[in-house]
């Protein structure tokens, strides 16, 4: 009777002190463990294992719901999900995470707002949002190029000589898409206007196009001036048929002589549709008059030289006066300059 007393009495304490394998809120009953096993149990989470039969307890993706809710529940934890889950030898385990209200918050609607926050940051970052062309126009630092190239930027940065500057601009010019520009050189060569184009005159157009997927150097490209007017007869622009590409914007076209006759600006490169005919452009682009340049200087008092002299080493002239620009501003501002019109291409 003794030994009786003492072999109940350790049975008792053996179950009261020894930790459970399979704990839930609802204690399993014992033929349920041939359908589930709860194994490495902890407060966050557990593992899974359900075996693949006829089970009264339904599809095994039901047993590991009922198992997990359970085991959270039996932690205090109000919600769980399943991690990942993997098949082997007729059993298939689940791996599930247990956590309460607060953290179940944290994951549906702060981290969104987190990202949010993160995207907010990042649209209102300087970034580089697109490059061109320009150009020196006297040898004290001043440049030009289009209005749309530096006039909607931040920050503009010109690249000369493999050297990096910041141009500070000075004016621009909405309406004929020109803007005035300085950085901080001296005796730097420069480009002399001429008195005006020539139809039919040969013409070279220098910059940077494509700069990015071709290379950093300069390009030059050939044509003629084949009208004096641009689109619905804009008399301030010239029409050219020197090919031209995002990135030769601001960028100069000289004569034979070498000198500037005008500023690129833009090529037409949508089908124009007349009826039932469709048109491709080609070689159709255009550049800004060089007359309509010398007013824009001097209404703000730079000073520039105009010549109708043939210049010795056209190219190599072009070559030391023409500069990359890149521009830099928020994304926020850029999309909107670019609904408004004012900018053509942006980097995103």
């Given at each position: 009777m003794k030994q009786l007393f003492i072999t109940f009495l350790f049975i008792i304490l053996t179950g009261c002190f020894s930790t459970p394998e399979y704990q839930y809120n609802v204690a399993p009953q014992k033929d349920d463990f041939r359908d589930h096993i709860a194994i490495n149990n902890f407060e966050k989470g557990g593992r899974i294992e359900v075996k693949i039969d006829n089970s009264d307890w339904g599809s095994p993706y039901n047993i590991a719901n009922r198992a997990a809710l359970s085991h959270c529940k039996y932690y205090g934890k109000t919600h769980y999900k399943f991690d990942d889950d993997t098949y082997y030898e007729g059993r298939r385990t689940y791996n599930f995470s247990c956590f309460d209200d607060e953290v179940a918050l944290d994951i549906e609607i702060q981290k969104p707002?987190?990202?949010?926050?993160?995207?907010?940051?990042?649209?209102?970052?300087?970034?580089?949002?697109?490059?061109?062309?320009?150009?020196?126009?006297?040898?004290?630092?001043?440049?030009?190029?289009?209005?749309?190239?530096?006039?909607?930027?931040?920050?503009?940065?010109?690249?000369?000589?493999?050297?990096?500057?910041?141009?500070?601009?000075?004016?621009?010019?909405?309406?004929?898409?020109?803007?005035?520009?300085?950085?901080?050189?001296?005796?730097?060569?420069?480009?002399?206007?001429?008195?005006?184009?020539?139809?039919?005159?040969?013409?070279?157009?220098?910059?940077?196009?494509l700069s990015d997927t071709l290379s950093s150097s300069l390009k030059v490209t050939k044509g003629i001036i084949s009208s004096l007017s641009g689109p619905q007869n804009n008399f301030s622009l010239i029409q050219i048929d020197a090919a031209i590409q995002p990135g030769n914007s601001g960028g100069p076209i000289l004569n034979s002589k070498g000198n500037l006759v005008g500023v690129a600006v833009g090529a037409i490169n949508s089908p124009i549709i007349k009826g039932d005919t469709i048109t491709i452009p080609q070689n159709i682009n255009f550049g800004i008059k060089s007359e309509i340049l010398d007013n824009f200087l001097k209404a703000n008092n730079v000073k520039f030289e105009s010549s109708n002299e043939k210049i010795n080493g056209l190219d190599k002239l072009a070559l030391s006066s023409t500069i990359k620009l890149n521009c830099y501003n928020t994304l926020r501002e850029a999309r909107k300059y670019q609904k408004e019109g004012l900018v053509r291409n942006i980097i995103e």
């Open positions: 707002k987190i990202k949010q926050k993160k995207n907010n940051i990042q649209r209102e970052q300087l970034r580089l949002i697109g490059s061109g062309t320009g150009f020196f126009i006297n040898s004290k630092g001043f440049l030009v190029s289009n209005n749309h190239v530096g006039g909607v930027c931040k920050k503009v940065k010109a690249i000369y000589n493999s050297n990096e500057y910041d141009a500070n601009i000075v004016a621009n010019d909405i309406i004929n898409d020109l803007v005035l520009a300085k950085v901080e050189l001296n005796d730097n060569a420069f480009l002399r206007l001429s008195n005006g184009g020539k139809f039919g005159e040969d013409i070279k157009v220098y910059g940077f196009p």
